[in-house]
């Protein structure tokens, strides 16, 4: 996670930059651009602090999350606070200012566990849920409920109320579709678009940027509204490859969003998007890490404890970050830069978890395969095809399995008077009675009880929203053991 940023702020960086003496490795590839959030260079002061520090910060679907790093990457300090989300039956939906104090709130109290001042934090970075959010020409929240509450302006990722909008959306075949596994899904973001403009028109009318979440948030700390080129291609059918033909063939390393099809959002009912230039959806897309306008305006510093002016990268999806992490991370035998590194990299699969699950893996040559989505050109590693799966419910559906019991209840009780968590405590009850039956190993344990996980539809590969759950081998038993063996079998299919 080393590396600095020689560049001047204000050069657009389209590419990674290569240069002849440097090896062709995927760290060098990535330092490039996404180590910029960590450890740019800071424009507001020449006069060295005792040390520089670099904040990140984590959006997911139940909380916002912030991290301090020293410049080797070790983490000095963390917290997390929760966000409120509105669920009514397939509606999912948040409020982008309640977010922001949450992120607020987690990034003072991360540094103060850290022990660091604002003016130590050299850069920051920002990571979300791929959620949609909508706001006014003065940045102010437009509702996308039904109940008309200004404050839920933001269609969660889960959100599946567009299922029948992106039906009308693949039955014309667009071929922006095949860079997404042949088919847009309700979690993306042109059939939520869609169902606005059709079912609120009012918001419709009044909604002067639509944005990723991710996005919207180093908007709001920076004031620039340059787009991810990891959100806009894996969400948004944005062609990051078109973009790059296009600028390679007009030798410009101008940030103008060239990868949009136009034909195909007016081909959906959404031409008005494509006015001015994209304006609502994204004039300018830039790889994940450039740094944005001026950096933190004051507004924002004055709101995060921070300093004015210091570098902030453009974001990546939650998933995605994680996803670079992990296939930049090498043992300690393999750390040494090798011709062949960018093909070990496309031999890694990451599996990022959370309240979904995603499967990923990265290609020197796009692959197209019926229900998986993608590829997606540098949505995550610089020049490289992204191939993504997953599973639409993983710890959302632990969660439902674990609550929707009867014996759920007295559990929690029991887990809280022994001051550990109810995940602990199963997994302690799970033991006890593979020793009790003398099983081998704890997956023997549930040859009688078998899950099938689509209780928010199947992501892939079957890319199916409407597909459903299945639990086999229910019985009349009520107690925590079952209840145990529910749970282990969820989480082994």
């Given at each position: 996670?080393?590396?600095?940023?020689?560049?001047?702020?204000?050069?657009?960086?389209?590419?990674?930059?290569?240069?002849?003496?440097?090896?062709?490795?995927?760290?060098?590839?990535?330092?490039?651009?996404?180590?910029?959030?960590?450890?740019?260079?800071?424009?507001?002061?020449?006069?060295?602090?005792?040390?520089?520090?670099?904040?990140?910060?984590?959006?997911?679907?139940?909380?916002?999350?912030?991290?301090?790093?020293?410049?080797?990457?070790?983490?000095?300090?963390?917290?997390?606070?929760?966000?409120?989300?509105?669920?009514?039956?397939?509606?999912?939906?948040?409020?982008?200012?309640?977010?922001?104090?949450?992120?607020?709130?987690?990034?003072?109290?991360?540094?103060?566990?850290?022990?660091?001042?604002?003016?130590?934090?050299?850069?920051?970075?920002?990571?979300?849920?791929?959620?949609?959010?909508?706001?006014?020409?003065?940045?102010?929240?437009?509702?996308?409920?039904?109940?008309?509450?200004?404050?839920?302006?933001?269609?969660?990722?889960?959100?599946?109320?567009?299922?029948?909008?992106?039906?009308?959306?693949?039955?014309?075949?667009?071929?922006?579709?095949?860079?997404?596994?042949?088919?847009?899904?309700?979690?993306?973001?042109?059939?939520?678009?869609?169902?606005?403009?059709?079912?609120?028109?009012?918001?419709?009318?009044?909604?002067?940027?639509?944005?990723?979440?991710?996005?919207?948030?180093?908007?709001?700390?920076?004031?620039?509204?340059?787009?991810?080129l990891c959100t806009t291609v894996c969400k948004w059918t944005?062609?990051?490859?078109?973009?790059?033909?296009?600028?390679?063939?007009?030798?410009?390393?101008?940030?103008?969003?060239?990868?949009?099809?136009?034909?195909?959002?007016?081909?959906?009912?959404?031409?008005?998007?494509?006015?001015?230039?994209?304006?609502?959806?994204?004039?300018?897309?830039?790889?994940?890490?450039?740094?944005?306008?001026?950096?933190?305006?004051?507004?924002?510093?004055?709101?995060?404890?921070?300093?004015?002016?210091?570098?902030?990268?453009?974001?990546?999806?939650?998933?995605?970050?994680?996803?670079?992490?992990?296939?930049?991370?090498?043992?300690?035998?393999?750390?040494?830069?090798?011709?062949?590194?960018?093909?070990?990299?496309?031999?890694?699969?990451?599996?990022?978890?959370?309240?979904?699950?995603?499967?990923?893996?990265?290609?020197?040559?796009?692959?197209?395969?019926?229900?998986?989505?993608?590829?997606?050109?540098?949505?995550?590693?610089?020049?490289?095809?992204?191939?993504?799966?997953?599973?639409?419910?993983?710890?959302?559906?632990?969660?439902?399995?674990?609550?929707?019991?009867?014996?759920?209840?007295?559990?929690?009780?029991?887990?809280?008077?022994?001051?550990?968590?109810?995940?602990?405590?199963?997994?302690?009850?799970?033991?006890?009675?593979?020793?009790?039956?003398?099983?081998?190993?704890?997956?023997?344990?549930?040859?009688?009880?078998?899950?099938?996980?689509?209780?928010?539809?199947?992501?892939?590969?079957?890319?199916?929203?409407?597909?459903?759950?299945?639990?086999?081998?229910?019985?009349?038993?009520?107690?925590?053991k079952q209840l145990a063996l529910q749970y282990l079998a969820?989480?082994?299919?």
């Amino acid at each position: 996670m080393s590396g600095k940023w020689t560049r001047s702020d204000s050069t657009p960086l389209l590419r990674p930059q290569h240069h002849p003496s440097q090896r062709s490795s995927p760290s060098n590839a990535y330092s490039s651009y996404s180590s910029i959030s960590l450890e740019m260079t800071s424009a507001v002061s020449a006069t060295p602090t005792a040390r520089s520090v670099f904040l990140g910060v984590d959006v997911g679907t139940g909380s916002a999350r912030a991290g301090v790093f020293d410049e080797n990457g070790k983490l000095l300090g963390s917290s997390s606070s929760p966000i409120q989300i509105w669920k009514d039956g397939d509606c999912v939906e948040q409020s982008s200012t309640d977010i922001w104090h949450a992120i607020s709130a987690a990034v003072k109290a991360a540094c103060s566990l850290a022990e660091v001042s604002g003016d130590e934090v050299k850069g920051l970075g920002f990571a979300a849920t791929c959620s949609l959010v909508a706001v006014d020409a003065d940045g102010s929240p437009v509702t996308v409920s039904w109940s008309g509450d200004s404050r839920r302006n933001i269609i969660v990722w889960m959100d599946h109320r567009a299922v029948e909008q992106a039906e009308r959306i693949n039955s014309r075949n667009s071929p922006v579709l095949q860079y997404c596994g042949g088919a847009l899904s309700p979690e993306m973001q042109p059939p939520k678009l869609l169902w606005v403009k059709e079912n609120l028109p009012e918001s419709w009318s009044m909604v002067f940027r639509w944005m990723d979440l991710s996005d919207w948030l180093s908007y709001r700390a920076t004031g620039d509204d340059t787009r991810s080129l990891c959100t806009t291609v894996c969400k948004w059918t944005y062609l990051g490859h078109a973009h790059m033909q296009q600028n390679n063939e007009k030798d410009s390393r101008d940030m103008e969003a060239c990868g949009w099809d136009d034909d195909f959002w007016e081909e959906i009912g959404l031409g008005d998007l494509v006015e001015g230039h994209h304006a609502k959806i994204g004039r300018s897309v830039a790889f994940p890490g450039h740094p944005l306008g001026s950096g933190l305006t004051s507004t924002a510093a004055k709101e995060l404890g921070l300093v004015a002016g210091i570098p902030v990268g453009t974001s990546l999806i939650d998933a995605h970050a994680g996803g670079v992490g992990v296939l930049e991370s090498v043992p300690s035998s393999d750390s040494q830069p090798k011709e062949s590194d960018i093909e070990a990299l496309c031999h890694r699969m990451v599996l990022v978890c959370g309240t979904s699950t995603c499967h990923m893996i990265v290609s020197q040559k796009k692959l197209f395969i019926p229900g998986v989505w993608g590829p997606y050109w540098s949505a995550m590693v610089p020049e490289q095809w992204l191939t993504e799966g997953g599973q639409s419910a993983t710890g959302a559906l632990l969660d439902y399995i674990i609550e929707n019991h009867v014996a759920s209840p007295h559990l929690a009780n029991r887990a809280a008077s022994q001051r550990i968590s109810v995940f602990e405590l199963l997994n302690k009850i799970l033991e006890t009675t593979m020793h009790e039956l003398k099983r081998p190993f704890l997956a023997s344990l549930t040859e009688d009880i078998h899950v099938l996980p689509d209780f928010h539809g199947n992501r892939s590969p079957i890319a199916d929203p409407k597909a459903k759950g299945i639990i086999c081998g229910l019985t009349l038993d009520t107690s925590e053991k079952q209840l145990a063996l529910q749970y282990l079998a969820t989480l082994q299919d």
